[in-house]
């Protein structure tokens, strides 16, 4: 037995390791990161059970290695400082599933939580050809979309007038082919607010080079004058290193910001049992830090194997223009 709990200590250790350094590379370290929350809690439980059987030197490893997965997860639970004064902007993002989400479920719920800015990831041309015969112009007017197949399509829809940059293309082409839909919205009373809909390919086993390159290739949050809000299925928790690095560009995560760092957003349907009983966060809403956040919440997306999720946000008036 003394073997089985130096085996499992070793395996805390080296998780802890990989998990502060970012130093996960290739499968299955990249997508055993993003259990990181849960791999904090049976850490700590094998470190018990360790004690109580009298291994206390692996119990000692468990403890200590649950310790510090538990310090760099507890701190998404804790909110923030309130938002302070200024215009307010709901935004919602959602991951259709190609088009298999239900958008006129979607624009529902849209209406009922009043949202000014829509940003949609895996939008097929079918899914937009749908979302304007259920009435996405009436109640977001404005729009960038690139509809395309295979999941490598996305779109931001706006209450807002969207201003157009006659010198580039309002869409991103990351490394994998995935085009990113952007958009320079004018916020009534704060002025442009830049906002991308983000959707870096998925670790698939074999592909997670490009997945790493896809989280490289996301805007800075220090990029311009004006503040970014970039939102969607990026693929990765905050436990993974390249997102934390994006986030060190002067992002913050809006649901962690306001102690929602854990709601978890996939996957919810098409996946194996286990992987259903052990959801992740993996849709996020990232703002520049000059931006404040009131509130963040997930919604069912019926059809969609991702909750989508909103946050309100308080762009300051200082940045009028």
Known sequence: MAVLWWVIA????????????????GTPLVQLLAYTPYAAVAALLAGAAAALDGAWAPAAVCLAGG????????????????????????????????DRGDVRALLEQAKVDDVDVLALQELSRGALEELDR??????????????????????????????????HEPVRRLPSGVQQAMATVLVPGAGPVLVESAHPCAPHPGRTGGWAR?????????SGPAPRVLLGDFNSTLDHGPLRRLLRTGYRDAAAGRG????????????TR????????????????????????????????????VAELTIPMSYSV
């Open 214 to 222: 896809d989280l490289a290739a996301q805007p800075p949050a220090g």
């Open 67 to 98: 310790a510090i997965l538990a310090a760099v997860v507890v701190p998404r639970l804790m909110p923030g400082r309130r938002a302070g004064a200024g215009v307010r902007l709901r935004v919602m993002t959602a991951n259709l599933l190609y």
């Open 134 to 167: 259920a009435g996405v112009g009436g109640l977001l007017p404005f729009r960038s979309a690139c509809p395309k197949s295979r999941g490598f399509g996305s779109a931001v829809f706006s209450r807002h007038p969207i201003v157009s940059d006659p010198g």
């Open 274 to 309: 286990l992987l259903r009983l052990l959801p992740v966060t993996i849709d996020h809403v990232l703002v520049d830090r000059r931006i404040g956040v009131r509130a963040v919440a997930t919604r069912v997306t019926p059809g969609s194997d991702h909750r989508a999720v």
């Open 10 to 25: 070793v395996l805390v250790a080296g998780f802890a390791l990989v998990r502060l350094t970012g130093a996960e590379r």
């Open 260 to 271: 929602r760092g854990l709601l978890p957003t996939w996957p919810f349907r098409g996946a």
